[in-house]
């Protein structure tokens, strides 16, 4: 005959007689082209179409296992039939890794057996079917070894002999209990024929997790002294850090600590040149003083720097880095590798540009350079040097300006060795590049929540982050203010706009930051009008901050990473839904946690000025509440507890005072001692 | 350094300085598993989301060809940037067969120089782009030959020569005016430097326009005959040709023609066992008189089918045949190929079953058997012959109960070597089943119209049909009734309901079919209550029908079939709106054809006892209407021209008369010669 079909669904179908088909395994990112991210310790919800021709009965089972080192042996349970042809089973990435994930089904003669067994009723149609069985089992004994075999053996020798056997007394009913006789169908089971299988296999990344629950601060060492005029350094910021976990954050993110360029340097609010004393933004790297592996040495030593890694660790803190791949004109790349930069027509390295706009100051590396593999690989050089000092965050500035796929290769080799290491992309472009480095790798993505601020914009957005496609591979880690935006809404200075800006940041994201103590301080004034950068912005000139004010946001902040550690509804990704309100101004949604019931229902007055009032609708049913009864809603930032009746409660929410509620829901509930309380 | 990315989006990757990535090439069925669908004649519409990193610009190309015999010098064309990173192109298939498309972007240092270049201001500045581009114009005159090559050599020479001019009329614009020269930029544009490029090419299957636009009548050819009681031959279905062809349709359907087996034949209303003379089943297939390529000596020869085939073509009819892959027990096959089927304990061959229900008439091929490549190969035989004779549609009677490796298999081979022949698949199962079936290859399919009768079902149906991903590949065949499938709602016996199904089939859907003359002639009479199979069904009986029945449907039929032909917004699919009316009997649905800005809007009472009326509400502004002037709706059922006025206007429909309006929706306008019309 011709030629073989040419049909890829697996390994085996080369092989004509394979009739089950899996389509559209589950979690995929574009079909497998990039692997999804998961958890390690958290189940992974596993989902295919399996079905073949015709009436028989499919098996499917779910395998799974890490790769690369640390591999385990993979292991295998069974997927279970939906109705509509989908199969799911879940398993739980018990570490950090990559891990494989494949279905495998075929169409079982036994299962079909036992399906149409079950069904028939004449004597002599279970008769020849018994007899059917007894080849299947002999069959399956085969595949078999020690007391399985034995076991099945017995058992098809059985079913032949009843299936002849003339006994009044055995019927159609005594036929069909011995075929369907659930010990002996365990031991088949175990040894079905597999022959003409079809698999499905997909990639997953599994992130320690850190990746999926996150509180940040992000602050300049060098504003970090105790008196004004001094710069900081990192033992100002070891005395800074009691202060930052005593807030409950776990990550303490810095800009760049290496050496500043002195060539072309920025001065205070970004003047064209720097004045003597300036101290330049630190994303212009490298000077006569190292480059990307060394230590700005104002701040400094290396030895000083690991130190600070460990009184951060010693306080629940990680550390995370800038990694800014760019050069200042003075860095000793520019010198020792000309070949990484464009040059210009008159001999020049060609600096970073957007007409009209120059930036003298930074140079970009030249991706298209001859010499692509070396700069790639000593960009890994960098990474690995960090990573060698204790650093295991990253938060890569504008990774959407180099290659994606230099991203691919570099996070994919980093992930290899060290699975625990976190990257942060800190792209604000486009929805398609940033999409594209979530999927390539990136663990935590920022977002545009910034921009976000009207209920309608903030329910359409976070719609789209928590149950679009990018669900399975884009992280978002939301921030209120970052030291290149002061959004024009925390412009107009109310402390309400702030507080309300921080309790949506901390509860509608699993992974949330602000930069401080320009945050906590309440900052508002922009270099210029119209401009999103700060006046007098830290990122060109020290800053010396007086933490203790009394209106300070400290102790909210304080309570609202209390809040997100307490509360499993918060604590992870997936589960929330936006609630009707009849009111613009007043936003509210309701996260949950599946496993506990638990649920936290959070509402914010968006109207900084004014005390707004709405009625707030929820779905009694569908959240297993009770409708005749009252249950609890418990307002952890006030700690004020509201008896609530049916679907409507009306809520008011004064500004000036506190512009939201987190509200722990509370079914009621009878216990055995007959107390009410609530649950 | 280490190894290289291992990165995969095209050919070129393993060079890590490509930094285009394409991602989402469209249309695409399960990420280019399984061909999308399109027809010749008519245009594809490409998409593709490209980038890159940082603020270079792109170029990307769409290239596409036809594989396989009668393969073309694939043609390039641009594609053009529709912001938010997603590019578009369009090309159209000429002939039906199998097309490569293939998205090819790069970044594009030419098109990156003119954009900064437009928006640079110093002279300073200019001077020195023109340098650079001095410097690209000169390389990419190396990759071109004859008077391009000469041309951009000038234009070179004269850039890097103005670049350095000192003469002060020279200013800024002058030489930005040079550098954007639009005639010398169409020639270094044909000479791009395309080395880093990504490229990502998916599969279409384009058909001949009827897989797209259909409409299909089924007779049973032994009811053919003109006198009761005698068997029908081709003949007579030649006699009834200008009837069918008269009322407009375009495919007649004829159920097997092949020898009917004689062993276990199945009586009249499916009885058990056939009376003498009973006819049988016309899918039990195969007797000593022949199998799957012979003919039916009832109904004449192979001499008189090609005849038939031949007079069907000169009415503009096509003959489509049925496949059904099953043999009577008497099949020729049964006795020549007994490992084709599987066999029972006792030795003989297993009747088709589910349990505890038997189809002893019918012997399913078993294709798990070892000799499958030679079933698969004679099965492709069977098909071939029919080509042969002049068949080009085959109508598949169950194709879910074989494999679809099978399928795919088979309909590829089939296509490559004809690619104007067309299957459509007789699956009336579970929803993905159905869809792979699409997916694989079958050119049309049967859907769920038949049980989806309320407002709600025919929308939501039709929307996720016309709108979602199955739009790619799923061709809907929608049939108001099938030899086994008389749906309750037309056993009300209501003309209305027959009328109503009607011009739904006929206009919800390109392709459309009924079964006749059951249809037209209203037969409503179930086998019995709660059975959707006809009472006496010509499935195993002779029928005779007095077609001339004055209360035929016949006419309305003929005038639905024409209104289709005559409206080019019934004629392709993808712009099915529906529209909001205020009642739930009442269903609108607007069809448009864009390129004509041509409407139909169809409104039909679902009531067949009572007259219900609806305001009927549209989008005037999208529509292109004018809300200020009248527009027309000339119902092309009845004639009558209605004018409207705003966006709401009111309908009312009395079964008893004409359950349904078909409008043609005409705009105001005034002439040049200041008449006013309506088109």
Chains 1, 2 share one sequence.
Not at 408 to 435: C, N, Y
Not at 593 to 601: F, I, R, T
């Amino acid at each position: 005959m011709a030629e073989p079909p040419q049909v890829a669904d697996g390994p085996q179908v080369a092989d004509g007689r394979v009739r089950a088909v899996i389509d559209a395994l589950y979690p995929a990112v574009d079909g497998g082209r990039f692997p999804a991210k998961a958890l390690a310790g958290e189940s992974v919800q596993v989902e295919a179409h399996c079905f073949a021709d015709g009436h028989d009965r499919l098996r499917t089972v779910l395998r799974w296992g890490r790769l690369g080192s640390g591999a385990l042996e993979p292991e295998e349970l069974e997927m279970t039939s939906q109705g509509n042809d989908v199969w799911r089973a879940a398993f739980t990435p018990p570490s950090p890794g990559r891990y494989r994930f494949t279905a495998v089904s075929w169409v079982d003669h036994f299962e079909s057996w036992r399906a149409e067994l079950e069904r028939r009723v004449e004597l002599e149609d279970v008769r020849l079917a018994l007899e059917v069985g007894a080849r299947l089992v002999e069959d399956t004994a085969r595949r078999a070894t020690g007391s399985d075999r034995a076991a099945l053996e017995a058992w098809s020798l059985q079913l032949a002999r009843q299936a002849r056997s003339q006994d009044p007394a055995i019927d159609a009913e005594v036929l069909k209990a011995l075929a369907l006789d659930e010990a002996r169908t365990r031991i088949a089971r175990r040894h079905a024929d597999r022959r003409l299988r079809v698999e499905r296999s997909l990639e997953l990344i599994a992130d320690r997790p850190r990746a999926g629950f996150s509180a940040w601060y992000e602050l300049f060492p060098r504003s970090a002294a105790s008196e004004p005029g001094r710069h900081g350094t990192f033992k100002d910021v070891a005395a800074r850090l009691p202060y930052v976990a005593g807030m409950g954050f776990d990550v303490l993110y810095l800009p760049p600590i290496q050496p500043i360029g002195h060539l072309n340097r920025k001065g205070a609010n970004n003047a064209l040149r720097a004045a003597p004393g300036d101290v330049g933004s630190p994303w212009a790297i490298g000077s006569a003083e190292g480059g990307h592996c060394s230590i700005h040495p104002a701040l400094g030593t290396l030895e000083d720097f690991r130190e600070l890694i460990g009184h951060a660790r010693d306080l629940g803190l990680e550390i995370a880095l800038d990694l800014a791949f760019q050069c200042a004109p003075d860095h000793p790349y520019v010198r020792e590798h000309p070949g990484w930069f464009r040059h210009r027509p008159d001999g020049s390295v060609q600096y970073a540009e957007n007409p009209p706009k120059k930036y003298q100051d930074i140079y970009p590396f030249d991706f298209e350079c001859a010499d692509w593999r070396g700069l790639w690989a000593e960009l890994e050089r960098v990474v690995e040097f960090w990573i060698a000092q204790g650093v295991r965050i990253f938060r890569v500035d504008n990774p959407h300006t180099k290659p994606f796929a230099f991203w691919e290769w570099l996070l994919g080799r980093i992930r290899d060795s060290h699975p625990d290491v976190l990257f942060l992309a800190e792209a604000f472009t486009r929805p398609k590049p940033m999409q594209r480095l979530a999927k390539l790798g990136f663990t935590q993505s920022y977002t545009y929540f910034t921009w976000r601020n009207t209920k309608r914009e903030l329910t359409e957005y976070f719609t789209e982050l928590e149950h679009g496609p990018a669900r399975c591979f884009f992280r978002p880690n939301v921030w209120p203010n970052t030291p290149d935006i002061l959004h024009e809404t925390l412009q107009g200075g109310h402390r309400a706009t702030f507080a309300a800006r921080l309790v949506l940041a901390a509860t509608l994201s699993t992974n949330y930051g602000i930069y401080g103590p320009t945050f906590e301080l309440m900052e508002s004034t922009p270099r210029e009008p119209g401009s999103e950068e700060y006046r007098d912005s830290e990122k060109y000139q020290l800053r010396h901050w007086t933490l203790d004010r009394p209106d300070s946001l400290r102790s909210l902040i304080t309570r609202m990473n209390r809040i997100r550690r307490e509360q499993r509804a918060l604590r992870s990704a997936g589960t929330l839904e936006f609630v009707t309100t009849d009111n613009e101004q007043i936003i509210a949604y309701l996260k949950r946690d599946p496993p506990s019931g638990e649920m936290v229902l959070t509402i914010v007055n968006l109207d900084p000025i004014d005390t707004q009032s709405a009625w707030i609708e929820l779905d009694l049913a569908r959240l297993e509440i009770d409708a005749e009864r009252p249950y609890q809603a418990h307002d952890l930032i006030s700690e004020q507890r509201f008896e609530w009746r049916g679907a409507r409660n009306f809520v008011r929410l004064d500004p000036q005072r506190m512009p939201a509620h987190v509200l722990r829901l509370r079914r009621f509930r009878r216990s055995e001692h007959d107390f009410d309380y609530y649950q």
